[in-house]
């Protein structure tokens, strides 16, 4: 287990070469899923994990993830993983990341955006309890996460291909993972095309879940800095959104 020290959960990490991609170093979808097991574990630890929040018949849901990559580490590099809540709202919260390595300097960082659901009515939960308002949390974040306007029309925009929902795509919720969409998205585009976008940072809105066995339509806009990439569902409404910064 990790360090918690000033409100920030922390850990140490070697990168193994597993979760490298063709560029020899940490895969962003590695990346995503380090950061998904930090606040997992920071959140049992706190005492509003999984285990807890199944026994009160609620479940978080991320609705949206923004990351910024500087630097990806390379095999068998050290690095530091740090993670912290910001300040509860309602049933929202933010949740914080930052990567660096043994000298400091900041190699990634990231913020979730969750929410709390009544998995028995379906719906965010209209009060939070004490065990949630009395955390200890920080107003810092690692950046500005401003507000993601990605347009859901993509027709007459080029199609990457047809993603069909495998059971290794689905977590504890019964529906497709978060970091597996990364992954899914992700493996649509070419090395060659990776290369070419010299990726610094994803933004990812999930907007409604996809389930297994199920065939998303993939389609790419291209802009001036960035592409949007839409994950549709057979009707044509996403399911998820992502915007790509190079």
């Excluded at 020290?5 to 063709?22: A, L, Q």
């Excluded at 939960?125 to 810092?140: A, C, G, N, Y």
């Excluded at 389930?211 to 549709?232: A, P």
């Amino acid at each position: 287990m990790g360090v918690f020290k000033d409100g920030k959960y922390s850990k140490e990490i070697v990168i193994p070469i597993s979760m490298c991609d063709f560029t020899e170093r940490l895969s962003i979808n590695d990346l995503a899923a380090i950061f998904m097991d930090m606040a997992y574990e920071d959140a049992e630890r706190r005492g509003i994990g999984t285990t807890v929040m199944k026994e009160e018949h609620f479940f978080w849901l991320t609705v949206r993830t923004k990351f910024v990559f500087n630097k990806f580490p390379k095999a068998l590099e050290k690095i530091k993983v740090l993670t912290w809540p910001n300040p509860f709202g309602s049933a929202l919260c933010n949740r914080c990341y930052t990567m660096e390595n043994e000298n400091g300097e900041r190699l990634a960082s990231g913020i979730t955006e969750w929410a709390i659901f009544d998995l028995e009515t379906n719906r965010l939960i209209k009060k939070l309890s004490d065990t949630f308002l009395k955390q200890e949390v920080l107003p810092e974040t690692p950046f500005e996460i401003g507000r993601l306007r990605i347009g859901h029309d993509f027709s007459g925009c080029e199609k990457l291909g047809t993603y069909k929902v495998r059971s290794t795509d689905i977590d504890i919720g019964n529906h497709m993972n978060n970091v597996a969409y990364i992954r899914a998205l992700l493996s649509m585009l070419s090395t060659e095309r990776r290369r070419e976008l010299d990726i610094k940072g994803l933004d990812i809105s999930y907007r409604s879940p996809s389930f297994e066995d199920e065939e998303l339509g993939v389609y790419i806009r291209k802009d001036e800095g960035f592409s949007d990439i839409g994950m549709l569902h057979s009707d044509g409404k996403p399911s998820v959104l992502a915007r790509i910064n190079y």
